[in-house]
């Protein structure tokens, strides 16, 4: 099953601070963000297991619910550099009948930072 | 360190046409991936492989989509004839981790960009 992310899309000025949501309706093991620019290779930013903490990468943080099976990535005082796609891909936990090994990936939700 | 290769980076093609892409993944990276992503999609497996082996393929469309990875290491991915809906971006990554495990990052390569006319 396809994750949903939301929003679809999101534009900020610099500095502003946004909140990208992907959800499941499966139980999840992992949960994969990665942030594509346009005409470029998705480029990875972390991944978040079952049972881990909330993870952070310089001003990029995310957490991860396993109980409501939806991730959410924080992106704070946003920077130009920051504008892209950016896609959550869903692991499915085994113990709950999920394709453990199989990334699924969202539809993405396109961030554009104006200065 | 070298990421993923990919060739050619774009492809213009007829419809009922062959075509064939190249992937050389980064070096001791055991599972290779290939995905298609369609405009404002986001990228959708078609085939996984472990080392030589398959362990995935059941979205590839085998009656025209066929892969291989000779050796472990190169791979290739072949249409044959294509359809308009083909048109879209073919992505090569590979990872770390094997499928059992299933928490390996992704390194993705450049891509293909096919139009099939």
């Known amino acids: 099953q396809q994750p949903v992310q939301s929003p679809q899309a999101v534009i900020l000025r610099e500095g502003e601070d946004a909140v990208i949501n992907c959800s499941s309706s499966k139980a999840l093991y992992s949960v994969h963000w990665y942030r594509q620019k346009h005409g470029e290779a998705p480029v990875f930013l972390m991944i978040l297991l079952k049972g881990g903490e909330q993870k952070g990468h310089e001003k990029i943080s995310a957490s991860f619910n396993e109980k409501k099976q939806q991730s959410s990535l924080y992106l704070t005082a946003s920077q130009l550099s920051y504008s892209g796609t950016y896609f959550c891909?869903?692991?499915?936990?085994?113990?709950?009948?999920?394709?453990?090994?199989?990334?699924?990936f969202g539809k993405g939700t396109k961030l554009s930072v104006k200065p | 360190e070298a990421g993923v290769a990919q060739s050619p980076r774009y492809k213009i093609i007829e419809k009922r046409q062959s075509v064939a892409f190249w992937c050389n993944p980064i070096s001791g990276h055991a599972t290779l991936y290939w995905y298609q992503q369609i405009l404002g999609q986001g990228p959708k497996l078609l085939i996984q492989?472990?080392?030589?082996?398959?362990?995935?393929d059941s979205q590839l469309p085998k009656d025209r989509f066929s892969a291989e990875r000779l050796k472990g290491v190169d791979s290739t991915l072949k249409i044959q004839p294509a359809k308009l809906e083909d048109s879209a971006v073919y992505l090569c990554?590979?990872?770390?981790?094997?499928?059992?495990?299933?928490?390996?990052?992704?390194?993705f390569g450049p891509g293909t960009r096919l139009t099939v006319l």
């Open positions: 990554a590979s990872s770390l981790a094997a499928s059992g495990g299933g928490i390996g990052r992704r390194y």
């Open positions: 492989f472990q080392n030589n082996g398959v362990v995935d």
């Open positions: 891909g869903t692991e499915g936990d085994r113990i709950y009948g999920g394709s453990q090994g199989n990334l699924i």
